[in-house]
């Protein structure tokens, strides 16, 4: 007899990439990590947190990483009270589902997206309705309008790179007013398009920042939700008392008040992901159009696709291979350094 949940007993837990043990030498290009520093302030910033040997460590957190939101509202020009921080914004997912779903409630988004949409869905006991992209991963109308209590929509979208403008996601979230409606934005920055003011003005719209891509600090676990202040009041009432520790708080905001760091980073993926994509298409991938700061690349044949993932690996590249449906043909292949892209695509081209 088990001792948990019968929907937990059943499902199948989130699988990250692959991370290499300590001591392996890999081309890591399979977990969408930014391949530069974050900015010089964040390590200052963490310094001087520690002054005094760490002292301060023996004291909790803000509950409420005023410092960190602070920085966000200034960044962004969002009313403080509409920000809320997180662990990530995995935790701020699970906030939302935890809030809004009940069990036995419908949570809709389109398939393939985030995998861990999914794993929070079946957690809460929630039924699921899985909408097919079409091939060219353009937002499926059977979205609006769905009989749903949670919309999630990544844009841009993993693993297609995808993004969706702000008009069609307005049309979204007024097609389901009994709905809330989750734009996940974690590679925003990539893109030349964001819904930040759609959180301002519609009050079923919640979107979602993290500072793991963009502003190079996955390690930090620093997530943002921005929408209404009563609804950021009540997702707050399940929070965590001290989610953020001291260390992360005061590398947000150092991080945060360094855009320009980030904005110089962010360009640079952004040149070294269009020539990515340009010389993948030339040695015959199919490469959709991406706002993100990876590629999907598609080949032949979902044989081709996994003996290809293999030999990068025996080569010491990791990329991403899905084996699920309308995923099986593809690598998402995440933008590295050009040194980076160039052992790359050096490989690719070995028989």
Do not use: C, W
Not at 54 to 68: H, I, K, N
Not at 139 to 163: D, Y
């Amino acid at each position: 007899m088990s001792l948990f949940r019968n929907n937990v007993e059943a499902m199948t837990p989130y699988v990250p990439g692959e991370q290499p043990a300590p001591g392996e030498r890999f081309i890591k290009l399979n977990t969408n990590e930014n391949p530069y520093p974050p900015s010089s302030r964040v390590a200052e910033a963490i310094q001087a947190e520690l002054e005094a040997n760490g002292s301060r460590l023996r004291l909790y957190s803000d509950p409420v990483a005023l410092e960190f939101r602070k920085a966000a509202s200034e960044s962004t020009g969002f009313p403080l009270d509409g920000i809320l921080a997180g662990n990530g914004s995995d935790e701020l997912l699970a906030l939302v589902v935890r809030a809004v779903v009940e069990p036995g409630d419908v949570i809709a988004y389109p398939y393939p997206t985030y995998v861990l949409y999914e794993t929070l869905a079946h957690a809460q006991g929630a039924r699921v309705h899985e909408v097919e992209f079409p091939r060219d991963f353009s937002l499926p109308r059977e979205l609006f309008g769905a009989a749903a209590k949670l919309v999630f929509i990544a844009s841009p979208n993993s693993p297609s790179g995808t993004t969706y403008p702000a008009s069609q996601l307005a049309a979204l979230a007024r097609s389901v007013p009994g709905a809330m409606v989750v734009v996940d934005e974690a590679y925003a920055d990539f893109a030349d398009e964001n819904a930040l003011d759609l959180a301002r003005e519609l009050p079923n719209v919640v979107v979602l920042r993290t500072l793991s891509k963009s502003y190079s600090l996955a390690g930090m676990r620093l997530g943002l939700l921005f929408g209404a202040p009563e609804v950021v009041a009540g997702i707050a009432k399940i929070k965590d008392s001290y989610n953020l520790d001291r260390l992360a708080i005061a590398a947000g905001a150092a991080a945060l008040r360094d855009g320009a760091t980030m904005r110089d980073n962010v360009g640079r993926i952004r040149r070294t992901r269009e020539r990515l994509s340009e010389e993948l298409r030339a040695m015959g991938f199919d490469v959709l159009p991406s706002s993100a700061n990876f590629v999907f690349a598609r080949l032949e044949s979902a044989a081709r696709a996994r003996a290809t993932y293999q030999a990068l690996r025996d080569r010491k590249i990791l990329v991403r291979y899905f084996d699920r449906p309308l995923l099986a043909d593809g690598l998402r292949i995440t933008v590295g350094t050009d040194e980076e892209i160039s052992s790359l695509l050096a490989a690719l081209r070995e028989p």
